[in-house]
Each structure stands twice: as structure tokens, then as C-alpha cells.
């Protein structure tokens, strides 16, 4: 398995430009979700998924939209970048939505000039 | 949602045991705790997950008190390669929240 796959490693946008980060995840789970982690913080929740067809919306929404429409892939979307977003994403899965073990992605690392 | 308060950093030599506690006063009845290391560059990994009293598994034990308001991480034997942030999770449902963890640094 190749667990959670995330692409692209870096990104460099410009002000307003829009883009989609993919995740996919080959393990079958249900839960899917996004962080950022901004230098020297811990992760914050974006949006998250129970299901294909079913998101909801994290801790620091604004700005991004996901959908989910396979048990597999879970994109991330950023609708009109700032730098306020420059940031490295994380996308994770987990077999239940309860809270039990998540697996991450390697991250992709975005900078928003 | 329970917030989690743990030490900002932390410092050991090799083969000593370190123990990370965290504080979550407000845990509900659900709750589970959870532990997660993470290296620089890489994605949060999965430690360890408990409810009440003891767990242990290869790398970790959790430790939880009955009124399960804080629990404590214990790491066996530490070498350099467990310098790393901790982070300790508390909650039940999809919003689980990181909090700024525990910056652990081993030394020879």
C-alpha cells in the first residue's frame, strides 16, 4: 500500500491565484482530512470528510474548499491564495471517525508571494 | 472541545526514560487521549491511544489517572533518533485539535 499520497511537494503561487492540493489514500478508510501547520506550530484543521459525499468544516475554514466524491481522494482547494496561506498541508485518513489512529501524508509545502 | 496544555520543550540523554505529561481538565466522558510524534519535515505519526489507566505498546506507555484529567507519555530508554515534537490529542469526534506540542530533544 502506498498509504496517503499527496501532490505536489511544493507549490509557489502568486496572490490570488487558485489551485488544488490532491491527496489520495489506497487503505480504504472512511475519515479523510486536511491541517496546516504553520513554522514552529502544531497542525490545525481545515475540513474533514466521515464519507464520500460528506465534509465538514475544521477550525480554520476560510478560503479553502474540499469535496469528496470517492472513498479515495479528498482535494483541497484554494480559492484565491494570500500569503496568509503559505503554509504546509497535511492530508491524513483513518479507518474509523472516532478519533482513532490517523495516517499522514508527507505534506506539501506551499508559498503564497 | 478539551484543550491540552503540555510543556513547550523538554530535554534527556540517551537511555533515560522521559515522561510527557498533559493537562486536558475539561476531557468528557467520551474522550479518548492520543499521542502523536512528529520529525521535522514529515507528517504527525500515530504513538499511542488510551481511555483510562494503562497502556502500552512497543515503543510507548500512556499513563491516565482515574479522573483522567491529565495523562503522561512514557518513553522507554530514549536515543537521539526520539527527538522529535509530541503531541498530545484529546477528543471523540472528527475535530480533533493539535495543540503546540512538546519539543523533545535527546542528547549523547
Known amino acids: 500500500n502506498a498509504g496517503v499520497t499527496q501532490t505536489p511537494k511544493f507549490q509557489v503561487l502568486k496572490t490570488g491565484q487558485s489551485m488544488t492540493l490532491q491527496c489520495a489514500q489506497d487503505m480504504n478508510h472512511e475519515y479523510m482530512s486536511w491541517y496546516r501547520q504553520d513554522p514552529g506550530m502544531g497542525l490545525r484543521l481545515i475540513h474533514y470528510s466521515v464519507g464520500a459525499g460528506i465534509t465538514d468544516q475544521g477550525e480554520v475554514p476560510n478560503g479553502y474548499n474540499v469535496s469528496r466524491s470517492t472513498t479515495e481522494d479528498f482535494p483541497l482547494r484554494l480559492l484565491s491564495a494570500a500569503p496568509s496561506q503559505t503554509s504546509v498541508y497535511f492530508c491524513a485518513s483513518s479507518y474509523g471517525t472516532g478519533g482513532g489512529e490517523q495516517y499522514f501524508g508527507p505534506g506539501t509545502r506551499l508559498t503564497v508571494t | 472541545l478539551a484543550k491540552t496544555t503540555q510543556p513547550i520543550s523538554m530535554d534527556s540523554y540517551e537511555g533515560q526514560e522521559v515522561n510527557i505529561t498533559c493537562s486536558h481538565n475539561?476531557?468528557?466522558?467520551?474522550?479518548?487521549i492520543t499521542w502523536y510524534q512528529q520529525f521535522p519535515s514529515q507528517g504527525p505519526r500515530f504513538i499511542i491511544q488510551g481511555y483510562k489507566t494503562k497502556v502500552t505498546n512497543e515503543v510507548a506507555s500512556l499513563f491516565i489517572p482515574a479522573d483522567r484529567k491529565s495523562s503522561t507519555l512514557s518513553l522507554p530508554r530514549v536515543s537521539l533518533s526520539d527527538t522529535a515534537v509530541y503531541y498530545c490529542l484529546v477528543g471523540v469526534n472528527n475535530d480533533m485539535r493539535f495543540g503546540a506540542g512538546t519539543r523533545l530533544t535527546v542528547k549523547p
Open positions: 475539561n476531557i468528557a466522558t467520551n474522550d479518548y
